[in-house]
Structures are given as C-alpha cells and as structure tokens.
C-alpha cells in the first residue's frame, strides 16, 4: 500500500499552481509519498483544462517523485447527478464528463466522485430514493464510455448522502454494469459516521475497491449525540481488523489520508499516525 495524503488536507487546498508546487514539496517534506489531486468547475485544476496545461503540473508532479495516480471531484453536492432538476442533472454529467478528460491529461488512473445524493447535511435538496438511482445510473451510463476509452477508473465514495448505506447494495449496483472501470473510493471514516464495521465493507466489496481513503471518526455517544472527525488512531476506526481486511484482499494501491480542517502540523501528524499503524516505516 502507498502512503498518500489528499488536496483537502493542505492550507487552501489546491487553488494555484504555487499551492501545487507547495503541496508537492509538502507531501515529500512530510513523509507521504502519494498527493491525491481535485478538479472542480473552477481553481487550477478545473473541467476546462487543457492537455497542454495539465501536461506542465504532470511534469511537476514527476519532477518531485511524488506518486500521483488519482483526482478526486465534489461537484456533486452542488450539481447533483440525482437532482430532480433536469438542467442540473444534465451539467452534473457533462461537469463529470470533462472531469474524467482533465485525469486522463494528468495521467490519473482514477477518478473520485460523489454518486449524487438523496438527503444530506451538506445538501438543501432532498431526493427520492428510487428515483436518485435511476438518475445515477443514466449518469454512470453517460460516463463510463468515456472512462473506458480515457483508462481512467470511476469511483465511487460512500459520503453521508443517504445513499448507499448497506455494502451489499452498493456492490449489486456496481456488478450491475458489465465494466471493469467502475468501482468504489472507500472512505473508511465515513462508515464509521452511519454505524457501519470497515472490514466487512473491505470483505463484501473485495475487489471493487478501486481506492481507499482514510480518516478517524469519534462518536461520542450520548444524548447529546455528539460525533467528531479526530485524528487517526483516536477515534472509533477499528483499524488493526481494517487494515488485516484490506491485506486479505490484496489491496495495494494508495492510502489517501483526508483531513481537515486545517492545522499547522495535521500533515505531521497524520504522517506519523499512518506510520504506526500501517507500518509504512
């Protein structure tokens, strides 16, 4: 496995190409060897991008000796591919479209996305369930030509969208279109959020994880219901009988920590905490 951290996890993410050239040295001065990159419908790196742009910070990228191999897209909480908003639908997937262009130009080999959503904290729309996974699959049918002519894989993370909370459903959808390309980005801290066990995710969805992302998540419980995201290791992840999943499987791509917000020594932290756990020193 390959020690990764994630654009959200540095100081304005990645809004410039000195923040590129910032983060680049950042990830190699703190022990990671892998950056996780986004694209969006502005900023940088954005859907309009050009081949010839990105071939310069592809040749940043390996100038540094920094593994880059996957972008990740949160277009979907604004411009949702389930939206009952025709309009909106139709831009999610031409946005998404142009998204799995720019990984191409960058030589990213996959492409995180959020599968729309049903009902979110993050989102003011509220969709129903059947109909936000018909919308979704029209989505990935529009997407995925392109995605196996480009090589770019799509997937797909499990996010508080109220949607795609049991494995088994997630895995059926994802067996249900006959492409190699499609899969799923597994956050781990997020399952921790809708009381769900990483390993069993790890074991039911086997070798439809495409990419993993980690973070720690704390519940708190009580009748207050609190819950916090915390550093990793100090919270509810069970990882020890997370990362024996992940070895049963033969996972052995990048580990992208995402962490936020924000602190002058989250990246050195993370780092160290990874170190530990996953025994990358």
């Keep these: 496995m390959i020690k990764g ?22 990830t190699k001065s703190n022990g990671f060897d892998a950056l996780e990159l986004s694209v969006s419908s502005e900023g ?6 050009t081949k010839p742009e990105c071939e310069i910070i592809r040749k940043k990228i390996d100038d540094s000796g920094i593994f ?3 972008i990740a897209t949160g ?10 908003d025709e309009s909106i639908r139709k831009k999610s997937i031409s946005l998404h479209q142009d998204s799995i262009k720019v990984a191409s130009y960058l030589e990213c080999k996959a492409l995180l996305f959020v599968p729309g959503v049903v009902k979110s904290p993050i ?8 109909r936000a996974l018909e919308r979704l699959r029209e989505a990935i049918n529009q997407m995925l030509p392109i995605a196996e002519d480009l090589n770019v894989d799509l997937c797909m993370e499990n996010v508080w969208n109220g949607f795609f909370y049991s494995p088994i459903e997630l895995r059926d959808f994802v067996d249900s279109f006959d492409s190699s390309r499609l899969g799923v980005y597994l956050d781990i801290g997020n399952l921790i959020g809708y009381q769900q066990y ?25 009748w207050t219901g609190g819950f916090s995201f915390c550093d990793i290791g100090a919270g509810d992840v069970p990882w020890r009988e997370t990362i024996a999943a992940l070895n049963s499987i033969e996972y052995n791509s990048t580990i992208i920590a995402e962490m ?22």
């Design 75 to 84: 277009m979907s909480w604004s411009d949702s591919p389930t939206s009952d």
């Design 5 to 26: 951290i994630s654009y959200l996890s540095f100081e304005n993410g990645l809004s410039n190409n000195e923040s590129i050239d910032s983060a680049l040295s950042q």
């Design 68 to 70: 880059v191999d996957s």
């Design 44 to 49: 940088v790196i954005n859907t309009n991008s």
């Design 123 to 130: 989102s003011p729309e509220i969709v129903r369930y059947d």
């Design 198 to 222: 990483p390993p069993h995710w790890i074991e039911l969805l086997n070798s439809r994880i495409k990419r993993v992302q980690i973070k720690d998540f704390q519940e708190n419980f009580d």
């Design 260 to 281: 936020l917000p924000w602190d002058e020594t989250i990246l050195s932290r993370t780092s160290a905490a990874m170190d530990q756990l996953f025994n990358f020193k």
